[in-house]
């Protein structure tokens, strides 16, 4: 691993399933509904958050909780999609990552997230999730962004692993984004610019931008 990236935010965002792991058990990812819905809604500032649509995570996926208007979608992610989900790192079913996704994030990110999400609670392993991502972009069940995909990641509740909060932030879903074509201000060092993560120069790279203030 590149040593100039920010090891905190890899920490977070690299979060996959080991195919070595034992896997915990389903359940362990499930919330109360009213403070899944609570949650997800503090990832975003409440001119987006009140008129976005919402989800919870059910035993096979995630399921609509609440019809928005604004075209904005919110949820609670857990540890098996990250930005890079072929990055493996252990497992960790306490991870809780409120998202609220603007209109494109959610006609192909998310869409994404979501497949990955019921293969998760089904059972299924890194070794079965990535191929069927994978044969899922090929016939184009999955589309990658057109437009700007953006995300925003501002709740102090959120838990990112070992990072706990780590900084409110949005993520802008950049693919095949590489180093050459931001500069130095997104390498990933630590500064209070911007941090270029995911795996870099793949469909999945992001670009984070910490913003100065948490939403309850």
Known sequence: ?????????????????PATAELPSPESYL?????????AASAAPEAISSGATYYVLKRDGFAEARKGTNGFHCFVERSW?????????L????????????????????REIFMVAEMAMAGHGQEEIDPAIERAYGDGTLTL??????????SKHQHLGRAG??????????PYLTESQ???IAIGRRTPNAVLAGKVGSRRT???????DFIE
Not at 206 to 212: C, D, I, K, Q, S
């Open 91 to 110: 497992f960790d079913s306490s991870i809780r990552a409120p998202h609220c996704i603007n209109p494109e994030g959610a006609r192909t990110t998310m």
């Open 165 to 174: 909060a780590w900084k409110p932030h949005v993520m802008l879903w950049l």
């Open 31 to 39: 919330m109360n509904e009213a403070e899944e819905l609570k949650l």
């Open 145 to 154: 962004p057109t437009e700007l995909s953006l995300t925003y990641m501002m």
């Open 182 to 184: 931001v500069g130095d």
């Open 206 to 212: 992001v670009l984070v931008f910490p913003v100065p």
């Open 1 to 17: 691993m590149d040593k100039r990236y920010s090891l905190s935010l890899i920490a977070i965002l690299l979060i996959a399933w």
């Open 81 to 89: 999609s990250g930005p890079s989900p072929t990055n493996a790192r």
